[in-house]
């Protein structure tokens, strides 16, 4: 499985940016694709995930309506529209496989989303100045 991420950069607090994710080599069918980040200094969270079966999407809490994932099958790739961006969206974010689809997109992207990661991107960098 490779992950490519791009679209991260410098924005300054309250625009936006979109990420991409470019998944390729995967072989199973029941699986999503899910995005998080990790603050300086803090753990890795998830942001948003979408199934790539039904299109079933879940957010973290924090995103709060700010973020939007979609997933552009025609060209196999993965959006995060991040909108009103703060200075704590500062971080690395990442792109995942996650599975099986059959537990549903929220444990997928939920606490327990360690249990389901099948492969990552390498990261990409998003900093926020205020």
């Known amino acids: 499985v490779q992950l490519v991420e791009s679209g991260g950069g410098l924005v300054e607090a309250g625009r936006s940016l979109r990420l991409s994710c470019a998944p390729s080599g995967v072989t199973r069918k029941d699986y999503a694709i899910g995005w998080f980040r990790e603050a300086p200094g803090k753990g890795r969270e998830p942001v948003a995930c979408?199934?790539?079966?039904?299109?079933?999407?879940h957010y973290g809490e924090f995103v709060k309506g700010r973020f939007t994932i979609v997933n552009d099958s025609a060209n196999k790739t993965v959006y995060l529209q991040m909108n009103t961006l703060s200075p704590e969206d500062t971080g690395v974010y990442y792109c995942a496989v996650q599975s099986p689809t059959s537990v549903g997109v929220s444990v997928l992207c939920g606490r327990s989303w360690r249990s389901y990661s099948d492969g990552w991107g390498q990261g990409i960098q998003v900093t926020v100045s205020s």
């Open positions: 979408i199934s790539d079966e039904d299109g079933s999407t």
